[in-house]
């Protein structure tokens, strides 16, 4: 059947509703221990707490099941703890084992760390399981959880165990009997386990029953132990007597004693009798009053005051007569001081005026100064200046100068060339240089030679035809169409195109083609643009450009005379070429060639840089221009910068007196400040070496003293001031010499003897110090004697201490012996606990024995080294507190038979066993608070070596002691089940379905118990 929280037979709700024994709680799980979680109506302290805290008033703990789920080699198993139960099973089945679990629930604990010592879970041979193998029997898998229902005297409630990780497990409290919230663990209807167990739905079932929470150890202890009258008093389970450290202690140590009774009682029961006498005795009883190693020092305090005081006695006379040397010392030194302050009055009263001087002095030479500087600087300037003036004077000149040779030589190259303007030289001059150029390039390659050829006579012919083409205009100038036609048709067609002024008719023109020719013309018109204009559309491109019948003819002439020249020129370079091109592959070829390069190069060069110098004519002159300009201008401003210096030296002259004259007056201050310095250190450091005594300037004595003497201030008489302290210097020497010697021998309390003493003033602090201790001499003896009496005393209670914790040791011995021989155990007559103490215990008493606590004299400093390891070995290291089982060596048991032989042998596991098991009970009620019982499990193994007297007594004890008789063993036992007629077979209930863990197989009930008849025992 599904375990879902909507589904269960109890819902959360109805779990808290019809939880009659469980109060009301409000809970928050991240609330502290302190936060309140108890409802005003609390069912079972209603009565008050003031009733509840009565001593007289019964508290009845019992710890009713354990229920172990998948833990332990259990699938899921419900084992009542609450009445005699036999276990029965062969070894190793995980018996034991499972009864040990009440450890981890019993214990204050949260991991297996230190499991070993913790939790002392063995095998059989006794040896130890580790914390991995401990932690994964007991907690395999993440739905492993150990349970137990407790009653209290709040009712039921059970407490949960759950796995954390990392060898950890925390604890869930819950307000109600376990069978509430047992459907969220198992599922009774399919005798499976729920479906949704699982540590996150029981948290979910805590909180909203207002359970508890615990993950530290502290908590538990709050919570678990003693918890009376608190908010989570509901939840406790042991109810010891308080919840000290110790007490809680006291209880997990009688327990181990108990678990398994009769198993290694060698170990555990001093482990138990100790810890049960440290909780008893409370209220740090057992801490020693005083500290051991501090008595160790207070003696070598004492020892270390007595040779003071010897030494003091010893030698009184000497300190006697250096008080007497240094009264008479100290007098002439206060003289030397009262002519030594004076002077220095009246020093710094001329300081005063001499720094004030020097203030105002200085102050005025810082003004000249700068004064000074500024004309300097002003002189520099004007230097600068007129140094800036001369050089730009000098570069413009020569710029100019530059300038006028580059004119020349233009207007040289202008001189060769007759009636042509500067336009028409560069023109020309461009043509030839590429001309010179093509040549060049011509001769690079035979080549090119063969085709500059032919485009020069190219060329030539061009200008032959054109020269024809003008003598034929020239010579029938009045022939030429525009000649003909009316000056409107001969400007039209002039504008349209040059080449209709050029052209010349055979005959004249026919009136109808003058007609024709003007009624074209007669189309176009011209704009203000001078554009021409046809048919009204503007000819953006076409400009009008009158026709000059004369200008034409000038034209033909002048075209004429250029072009005979240039076909001249191109007659001469094509011979030049066909001459180089005959010679073309020749040696004396190829070197004219590369001469006529070399020369082309040349005249190239000549020739860009004179039409560059040609094109830059203009500038040249406009910069000449401007230069000249610039220069008149520089003259200008140096004749007004050389003015303005003559004034600057005349100004700097002047301020240069005023400033020898103030550096004069200022070096006569600063030579008094130098003889101030001097002074000043030679006083100081008079003083100083000799630690005179002090006195006050405004002091009467120096007003009355300068009254009567005059004193000059000059360092010759600052000299024999010095001359007059260091005068004191040798007799200083020699008392300070005395008086360190002294200081090595007589050793008093603030003067260290190492110490260097310097002048009198320290001398005189020493000498205190010893005036003070020399008085008091005898009150030092008398305190003394009383000091020894003290500390002896002081040793004799702490002595006292000791051995009375030896004492309570024998009388709990004593009181165990009384009440375990109220039993019949065997066919012993009497059974006793033997009490064996330390051995360096008992020579502490012998020591306790001869020493008096009156002597006035220190004890041996051995004494205190052998106290001292003695203190160390048997207390704690930190609270100083006894420990009770360091003075314990053993505990024997010694037996005495009916014959009244008295021996000491071991006797059978039986007799130990139930000698063990009564013990447990014994040192259990006396840890549990008045009243109050706690019924639990004692645990003993093997019941079945018991002979059935001693079951019976056993039972008896155990049950009449309020606990719960637990029993394992292998098989059936009549002796036992006379006894104890409860059992069960571990090994042969197992689980009816799938393991979760594959080693957690055991499945036990309640209802599998079996059950002969009722247990015989008393109340």
Same mark, same amino acid.
């Given at each position: 059947?599904?375990?879902?929280?909507n589904?269960?037979?109890?819902?959360?709700?109805?779990?808290?509703?019809?939880?009659?024994n469980?109060?009301?709680?409000?809970?928050?799980?991240?609330?502290?221990?302190?936060?309140?979680?108890?409802?005003?109506?609390?069912n079972?302290?209603?009565?008050?707490v003031d009733?509840?805290l009565n001593?007289?008033?019964?508290?009845?703990?019992?710890?009713?099941k354990?229920?172990?789920?998948?833990?332990?080699?259990?699938?899921?198993?419900?084992?009542?703890?609450?009445?005699?139960?036999?276990?029965?099973?062969?070894?190793?089945?995980?018996?034991?084992?499972?009864?040990?679990?009440t450890?981890?629930?019993?214990?204050?604990?949260?991991?297996?760390?230190?499991?070993?010592?913790?939790?002392?879970?063995?095998?059989?041979?006794?040896?130890?399981?580790?914390?991995?193998?401990?932690?994964?029997?007991?907690?395999p898998?993440?739905?492993?959880?150990?349970?137990?229902?407790?009653?209290?005297?709040?009712?039921?409630?059970?407490?949960?165990?759950?796995?954390?990780?990392?060898?950890?497990?925390h604890?869930l409290?819950?307000p109600?009997?376990?069978?509430?919230?047992?459907?969220?663990?198992?599922?009774?209807?399919?005798?499976?386990?729920?479906?949704?167990?699982?540590?996150?739905s029981?948290?979910?079932?805590?909180?909203?029953?207002?359970?508890?929470?615990?993950?530290?150890?502290?908590?538990?202890?709050?919570?678990?132990?003693?918890?009376?009258?608190?908010?989570?008093?509901?939840?406790?389970?042991?109810?010891?007597?308080?919840?000290?450290?110790?007490?809680?202690?006291?209880?997990v140590?009688?327990?181990?004693?108990?678990?398994?009774?009769?198993?290694?009682?060698?170990?555990?029961?001093?482990?138990?009798?100790?810890?049960?006498?440290?909780?008893?005795?409370?209220?740090?009883?057992?801490?020693?009053?005083?500290?051991?190693?501090?008595?160790?020092?207070?003696?070598?305090?004492?020892?270390?005051?007595?040779?003071?005081?010897?030494?003091?006695?010893?030698?009184?006379?000497?300190?006697?007569?250096?008080?007497?040397?240094?009264?008479a010392?100290?007098l002439?030194?206060?003289?030397?001081?009262?002519?030594?302050?004076?002077?220095?009055?009246?020093?710094?009263?001329?300081?005063?005026?001499?720094?004030?001087?020097?203030?105002a002095?200085?102050?005025?030479?810082?003004?000249?100064?700068?004064?000074?500087n500024?004309?300097?600087?002003?002189?520099?300037?004007?230097?600068?200046?007129?140094?800036?003036?001369?050089?730009?004077?000098?570069?413009?000149?020569?710029?100019?100068?530059?300038?006028?040779?580059?004119?020349?030589?233009?207007?040289?190259?202008?001189?060769?060339?007759?009636?042509?303007s500067?336009?028409?030289?560069?023109?020309?001059?461009?043509?030839q240089?590429?001309?010179?150029?093509e040549?060049?390039?011509?001769?690079?390659?035979?080549?090119?030679?063969?085709?500059?050829?032919?485009?020069?006579?190219?060329?030539?012919?061009?200008?032959?035809a054109?020269?024809?083409?003008?003598?034929n205009?020239?010579?029938?100038h009045d022939?030429?169409l525009?000649?003909?036609?009316?000056?409107?048709?001969?400007?039209?067609?002039g504008?349209?195109?040059?080449?209709?002024?050029?052209i010349?008719?055979?005959?004249?023109?026919?009136?109808?083609?003058?007609?024709?020719?003007?009624?074209?013309?007669?189309?176009?018109?011209?704009?203000d643009a001078n554009?021409?204009?046809?048919?009204?559309?503007?000819l953006?491109?076409?400009?009008?450009h009158?026709?000059?019948?004369?200008?034409?003819?000038?034209?033909?002439?002048?075209t004429?005379?250029?072009?005979?020249?240039?076909?001249?020129?191109?007659?001469?370079?094509i011979?030049?070429?066909n001459?180089?091109?005959?010679?073309?592959?020749?040696?004396?070829?190829?070197?004219?060639?590369?001469?006529?390069?070399?020369?082309?190069?040349?005249?190239?060069?000549?020739?860009?840089?004179n039409?560059?110098l040609?094109?830059?004519?203009?500038l040249?002159?406009?910069?000449?221009? %401007?230069?000249?300009?610039?220069?008149?201008?520089?003259?200008?401003?140096?004749?007004?910068?050389?003015?303005?210096?003559?004034?600057?030296?005349?100004?700097?002259?002047?301020?240069?007196?005023?400033y020898?004259?103030?550096?004069?007056?200022?070096?006569?201050?600063?030579?008094?400040?130098?003889?101030?310095?001097?002074?000043?250190?030679?006083?100081?450091?008079?003083?100083?070496?000799?630690?005179?005594?002090y006195?006050?300037?405004?002091?009467?004595?120096?007003?009355?003293?300068?009254? %009567?003497?005059?004193i000059?201030?000059?360092?010759?008489?600052?000299?024999?001031?010095a001359?007059s302290?260091?005068?004191?210097?040798e007799?200083?020497?020699?008392?300070?010499?005395?008086?360190?010697?002294?200081?090595?021998?007589?050793l008093?309390?603030?003067?260290?003897?190492?110490?260097r003493?310097?002048?009198?003033?320290?001398?005189g602090?020493?000498i205190?110090?010893?005036?003070?201790?020399?008085?008091?001499?005898?009150?030092?003896?008398?305190?003394?004697?009383?000091?020894?009496?003290?500390?002896n005393?002081?040793?004799?209670?702490?002595?006292?201490?000791?051995?009375?914790?030896?004492?309570?040791?024998?009388?709990?011995?004593?009181?165990?012996?009384?009440k375990l021989?109220?039993?019949k155990?065997?066919?012993?007559?009497?059974v006793?606990?033997?009490?064996?103490?330390?051995?360096?215990?008992? %020579?502490?008493?012998?020591?306790?024995?001869?020493?008096?606590?009156?002597?006035?004299?220190?004890?041996?400093?051995?004494?205190?080294?052998?106290?001292?390891n003695?203190?160390?070995?048997?207390?704690?290291?930190?609270?100083?507190?006894?420990?009770?089982?360091?003075?314990?060596d053993s505990?024997?048991y010694?037996?005495?038979?009916?014959?009244?032989?008295i021996?000491?042998?071991?006797?059978?596991g039986?007799?130990?066993?139930?000698?063990t098991?009564?013990?447990?009970?014994l040192?259990f009620?006396?840890?549990?608070?008045?009243?109050?019982?706690?019924?639990?499990?004692?645990?003993?193994?093997?019941?079945?070596?018991?002979?059935?007297d001693?079951?019976?007594?056993i039972?008896?004890?155990v049950?009449?002691?309020?606990?719960?008789?637990?029993?394992?063993?292998?098989?059936?036992?009549?002796?036992?089940?006379?006894?104890?007629?409860?059992?069960?077979?571990?090994?042969?209930?197992?689980?009816?379905g799938?393991?979760?863990?594959?080693?957690?197989?055991?499945?036990?009930?309640?209802s599998?118990?079996?059950?002969?008849?009722?247990?015989?025992?008393?109340?």
């Amino acid at each position: 059947m599904a375990t879902d929280f909507n589904t269960h037979h109890l819902s959360v709700n109805e779990l808290t509703a019809h939880n009659i024994n469980a109060p009301t709680m409000n809970h928050n799980d991240n609330k502290s221990l302190d936060s309140p979680l108890i409802d005003n109506d609390l069912n079972d302290l209603e009565r008050g707490v003031d009733d509840y805290l009565n001593d007289d008033f019964r508290l009845n703990y019992c710890l009713n099941k354990i229920v172990l789920v998948n833990s332990a080699s259990h699938a899921y198993s419900e084992i009542p703890i609450d009445e005699p139960l036999v276990l029965l099973g062969k070894n190793n089945r995980g018996k034991t084992s499972s009864l040990a679990a009440t450890k981890l629930i019993l214990y204050p604990e949260v991991n297996f760390n230190n499991c070993e010592s913790k939790f002392n879970f063995t095998n059989k041979a006794n040896d130890p399981y580790s914390k991995e193998e401990s932690y994964k029997h007991y907690f395999p898998i993440s739905e492993s959880f150990i349970a137990v229902e407790v009653k209290n005297h709040a009712g039921l409630f059970t407490m949960l165990l759950y796995r954390v990780g990392d060898y950890k497990y925390h604890r869930l409290f819950f307000p109600v009997p376990y069978e509430e919230i047992k459907p969220f663990i198992w599922n009774e209807q399919t005798n499976y386990f729920a479906d949704e167990l699982g540590i996150k739905s029981l948290i979910e079932v805590q909180k909203k029953l207002g359970g508890l929470h615990l993950t530290t150890k502290q908590e538990l202890q709050n919570v678990m132990y003693g918890n009376r009258g608190s908010k989570t008093s509901h939840f406790c389970v042991v109810p010891i007597k308080d919840q000290k450290e110790a007490s809680i202690r006291s209880f997990v140590k009688i327990y181990e004693l108990a678990f398994d009774a009769g198993k290694d009682e060698k170990k555990k029961l001093p482990n138990a009798i100790a810890t049960i006498i440290e909780m008893q005795r409370g209220r740090d009883k057992e801490k020693l009053n005083e500290n051991v190693h501090d008595l160790k020092i207070e003696r070598a305090q004492l020892f270390e005051e007595s040779l003071k005081i010897k030494s003091l006695t010893e030698n009184k006379d000497d300190y006697e007569f250096i008080q007497k040397q240094f009264d008479a010392l100290h007098l002439d030194a206060k003289h030397a001081v009262l002519e030594y302050t004076a002077f220095l009055r009246e020093f710094k009263l001329k300081q005063q005026q001499y720094a004030k001087d020097k203030i105002a002095i200085g102050a005025r030479k810082e003004d000249i100064e700068r004064e000074r500087n500024h004309a300097i600087e002003e002189v520099k300037q004007v230097a600068n200046e007129i140094t800036r003036l001369g050089i730009l004077h000098k570069a413009l000149k020569e710029e100019v100068a530059q300038l006028q040779q580059q004119k020349i030589k233009a207007e040289k190259i202008l001189g060769q060339f007759s009636h042509e303007s500067p336009q028409d030289i560069i023109a020309e001059m461009t043509i030839q240089r590429h001309r010179y150029d093509e040549t060049f390039k011509a001769m690079q390659a035979k080549e090119n030679t063969v085709i500059l050829i032919q485009q020069k006579n190219k060329q030539k012919q061009d200008l032959e035809a054109k020269i024809k083409a003008a003598q034929n205009g020239l010579d029938n100038h009045d022939l030429l169409l525009a000649n003909q036609l009316p000056s409107h048709s001969a400007h039209i067609l002039g504008s349209i195109n040059e080449d209709f002024l050029n052209i010349t008719a055979n005959s004249p023109l026919t009136e109808e083609a003058l007609r024709q020719i003007s009624d074209f013309t007669a189309l176009f018109t011209v704009d203000d643009a001078n554009n021409l204009s046809f048919l009204s559309f503007t000819l953006p491109n076409t400009f009008y450009h009158p026709y000059d019948a004369d200008k034409q003819r000038s034209q033909f002439e002048k075209t004429i005379t250029q072009d005979k020249k240039e076909a001249s020129t191109l007659s001469q370079e094509i011979g030049e070429l066909n001459s180089a091109l005959s010679q073309f592959d020749t040696d004396i070829g190829k070197k004219i060639a590369e001469g006529k390069k070399q020369a082309l190069k040349e005249q190239i060069g000549e020739l860009d840089a004179n039409i560059t110098l040609l094109e830059g004519l203009s500038l040249i002159k406009s910069q000449i221009e %401007n230069k000249t300009q610039q220069i008149s201008q520089k003259d200008k401003a140096l004749a007004e910068a050389q003015e303005l210096r003559a004034i600057k030296d005349q100004s700097k002259a002047s301020t240069d007196s005023k400033y020898n004259q103030i550096v004069e007056q200022f070096d006569d201050i600063i030579s008094f400040g130098k003889e101030a310095e001097s002074i000043t250190s030679l006083l100081a450091g008079v003083r100083k070496s000799q630690g005179l005594p002090y006195l006050a300037e405004d002091d009467p004595e120096i007003a009355s003293y300068l009254e %009567n003497n005059d004193i000059e201030i000059n360092l010759s008489a600052a000299s024999t001031i010095a001359n007059s302290i260091g005068g004191l210097s040798e007799r200083i020497n020699r008392l300070v010499s005395k008086v360190s010697d002294f200081t090595e021998v007589v050793l008093v309390e603030g003067i260290n003897p190492h110490q260097r003493i310097e002048g009198i003033n320290s001398l005189g602090e020493v000498i205190q110090q010893y005036k003070n201790s020399f008085d008091t001499l005898e009150f030092q003896k008398s305190n003394y004697h009383d000091k020894i009496k003290t500390h002896n005393s002081v040793i004799d209670n702490l002595l006292k201490e000791i051995t009375d914790s030896a004492g309570l040791l024998r009388t709990t011995i004593s009181s165990l012996n009384k009440k375990l021989n109220e039993h019949k155990i065997s066919n012993l007559h009497q059974v006793s606990l033997k009490l064996n103490l330390a051995p360096d215990f008992a %020579n502490l008493e012998r020591t306790y024995a001869k020493h008096n606590a009156n002597q006035t004299s220190l004890l041996d400093e051995r004494f205190y080294e052998s106290l001292i390891n003695y203190v160390e070995k048997t207390s704690h290291s930190n609270s100083q507190r006894l420990k009770m089982r360091n003075l314990i060596d053993s505990i024997d048991y010694e037996y005495t038979q009916a014959t009244g032989e008295i021996e000491q042998k071991s006797q059978s596991g039986g007799t130990t066993s139930t000698i063990t098991a009564l013990i447990a009970t014994l040192l259990f009620s006396e840890a549990f608070q008045k009243g109050s019982s706690l019924r639990m499990p004692i645990i003993v193994d093997e019941v079945g070596t018991i002979d059935k007297d001693n079951i019976k007594t056993i039972v008896e004890q155990v049950s009449n002691a309020g606990f719960t008789i637990i029993c394992a063993n292998p098989g059936l036992h009549a002796d036992t089940l006379r006894y104890i007629p409860n059992y069960i077979r571990v090994d042969k209930s197992l689980l009816d379905g799938k393991p979760k863990s594959r080693d957690c197989i055991f499945h036990i009930m309640p209802s599998q118990i079996n059950r002969q008849g009722r247990v015989v025992h008393g109340h």
